[in-house]
């Protein structure tokens, strides 16, 4: 199997790159040096050479606060959402699965019970917007795909935010 992981120097690409290494699975990992996302002529060319079977898509703008500013809510929209339609679509021409990983910020957190699958999104912030924009993307540009909303990553590697 074919695996390409995004954002694969990020928190959550380093866990998955870890984690797989521990089960002796190949993969190839790129990070913005490697694969700009958010060029899509590149993007395609990469899939197109690579043929990915399965892509986890870890690259992200996740400065939630900073995603509220003028740069940075430009730079939110072309990653998280632009970037994201790039992979959708180029996974889409190999046949590749997209596991899109977004976030519970596309909720505006007003709900008193847990957030469903089938839950409205209604985002408060530029960062939820935008992600949520991205599944949008996702689910227009690919075929077969998984997204996955998490409230929070932790790990061993990178600013989880837990002393």
Request: proline share 3%.
């Amino acid at each position: 199997m074919r695996i390409l992981i995004t954002g694969a120097n990020g928190q959550l690409g380093t866990e998955l790159r870890h984690l797989l290494d521990a089960r002796e699975t190949d993969y190839r990992a790129t990070d913005s040096g490697e694969l700009d996302i958010t060029d899509k002529a590149a993007v395609t060319a990469y899939f197109k050479d690579f043929q990915p079977q399965v892509v986890y898509h870890c690259a992200a703008y996740t400065a939630v606060d900073a995603a509220e500013e003028a740069p940075g809510k430009a730079i939110n929209q072309v990653v998280n959402v632009d970037g994201t339609a790039n992979i959708a679509a180029a996974a889409n021409e190999v046949g590749a699965i997209v596991v899109y990983i977004s976030t519970d910020y596309v909720f505006d957190g007003d709900q008193d019970a847990e957030y469903t699958v089938d839950a409205q999104p209604a985002p408060r912030n530029e960062y939820g917007r935008a992600k949520y924009e991205g599944e949008q993307a996702v689910q227009r540009l690919a075929d077969k795909y998984y997204i996955i909303r998490t409230s929070w990553v932790y790990g061993e590697y990178g600013d989880d935010g837990i002393p």
